[in-house]
């Protein structure tokens, strides 16, 4: 007890800052190398769409903590809803016991998603969620191999692989990789270790570009050649995030539909990053008219504030993995449906459900139209800007300089964060105008520079 008493005394600055030269020294964050680390902006606070640093400075907030704060900060109805479960339980085991917070979680996401999915696995993570599909639909098709093969007296003939997309990016754990990008820079050093799935070429027609139905020549060929060895085809519907902020068009994702349904194979949508509103729709797939075999939810669900995710599958998949010989689902994390979580999430898609998300996004939209395509419009150093939905995107030519542009951002009173040649803005649904023009005003003003060649590598 002396010996902690210590080491706390010899700490105090811990309670009154936050100790950066710590957490410089000991703390991974996303992405970063521990010997030459990006700086860290200690923040305090949060309130609205504004963070607070610790030196009292205010940032508008334009990444949406990375696509999941809808809602903003310090949301009196999301604070109360946690407060009220918290004071119930905040954790139970999920495996043999449910609660309220689920059957009521798992209700609104049946209720406000495609008819046909109506199995839901609650799991902790966007990653996790996209494991969990893949296993499904793996166990799905060993399963209905194994059933139909001892039917017709033959031996089971199993597939192995998966069509996934060019630039893709699905997540980080190593089935969720399997299916990203292999050419893509995160994750290219896995690459000898990874299952060997297939890739799509490139889409290239853009989201709102005349469609030539040659574009899907390349699906087609692939079917035509592997159909018999996949399990699954899983995409990013309209737009792929981490992996280059591509917008394609939703003819695409009718072809898939089609080709999945002539082969047996499931369709899986990734909508962890687009779901919730962000492309204008409440899911991506709607732009298409599409639904898949399996969807994956997350980031957003909660509106930010706990870590949260939702696998939804048909009864058809569902009861065929009931059937196979493990008899259940392979799958159950130790925070599989936590009440908290599961509350913020009720409390978050009451608050979509009941409020203005659709005119907001169309009014975000609409400005970020305004104050980027035409401002930008001829700069030598972007390859192209592209607006969908509440997301706004500046391709560069070059990457950016990581640490130098976000001190000006930062010093312009904005979160905005860049990575490799992509500068980009998400902000939460209740953003103001004024608040949007001071983050699309300090892009534009950064992208006119003079120096700006300063800025990227």
Same mark, same amino acid.
């Given at each position: 007890?002396?010996?902690?008493? !210590? ?258 194979? +499931? +369709? ?64 159950? @994390?130790?925070?599989?449906? %936590? ?20 005119? %907001?996004?169309?009014?975000?939209? !609409?400005?970020? !139209?305004?104050?980027?395509? !035409? ?52 902000? @939460? ?29």
């Amino acid at each position: 007890m002396k010996q902690e008493q !210590k080491s706390l005394q010899g700490h105090d600055t811990c309670f009154d800052s936050i100790d950066l030269t710590f957490d410089t020294r000991h703390i991974w964050h996303p992405y970063t190398s521990m010997s030459e680390p990006l700086p860290c902006y200690p923040v305090v606070s949060a309130e609205g769409v504004k963070l607070q640093l610790e030196d009292g400075r205010e940032l508008i907030d334009g990444m949406s903590s990375w696509w999941a704060v809808l809602h903003g900060y310090n949301h009196p109805v999301m604070n109360e809803a946690i407060k009220a479960q918290l004071e119930k339980v905040s954790h139970v085991m999920f495996g043999g016991i449910t609660h309220q917070p689920a059957v009521d979680l798992v209700k609104k996401l049946i209720e406000l998603t495609p008819d046909a999915l109506e199995c839901v696995f609650l799991a902790d993570s966007g990653s996790v969620a996209v494991e969990v599909a893949l296993k499904m639909a793996f166990q799905y098709w060993q399963a209905k191999e194994s059933l139909d093969a001892k039917a017709e007296g033959r031996a089971p003939q199993p597939r192995h692989r998966v069509l996934s997309l060019s630039h893709a990016y699905h997540g980080d754990t190593f089935g969720a990789m399997s299916v990203c990008d292999p050419q893509n820079s995160m994750h290219s050093i896995y690459g000898g270790y990874l299952p060997n799935h297939l890739f799509a070429e490139t889409f290239t027609i853009g989201f709102d570009q005349p469609w030539e139905d040659s574009a899907a020549d390349n699906l087609r060929e692939l079917f035509a050649k592997h159909h018999h060895e996949l399990f699954a085809v899983i995409a990013e519907p309209i737009v792929q995030g981490a992996g280059g902020m591509r917008f394609y068009h939703p003819n695409y994702l009718k072809v898939l539909r089609e080709l999945c349904d002539e082969s047996g194979v +499931l +369709l899986i949508f990734d909508e962890i990053a687009t779901g919730f509103g962000r492309t204008g729709r409440f899911l991506a797939g709607e732009h298409a008219g599409v639904v898949p075999d399996i969807i994956c939810l997350g980031k957003a669900l909660t509106g930010g504030y706990l870590t949260l995710s939702a696998v939804l599958t048909t009864r058809h998949v569902a009861e065929t993995i009931s059937q196979g010989d493990a008899k259940c689902f392979m799958h159950g @994390p130790t925070f599989m449906g %936590n009440p908290l979580a599961c509350a913020a999430a009720n409390a978050s898609l009451s608050l979509l459900e009941g409020g203005h998300w659709q005119e %907001n996004v169309s009014r975000i939209e !609409k400005q970020l !139209k305004e104050e980027l395509l !035409k401002p930008l419009q001829g700069n030598p150093h972007i390859e192209e800007v592209r607006v969908l939905g509440a997301i706004g995107v500046v391709e560069l030519k070059r990457p950016v300089n990581q640490a130098r542009i976000q001190k000006y951002f930062v010093d312009r009173g904005v979160w905005i964060r860049p990575f490799n040649r992509l500068v980009y803005i998400m902000p @939460p649904f209740i953003t103001s105008k004024e608040e949007l023009a001071e983050l699309t005003s300090a892009l534009v003003d950064l992208l006119n520079r003079e120096d700006f060649s300063e800025f990227v590598e």
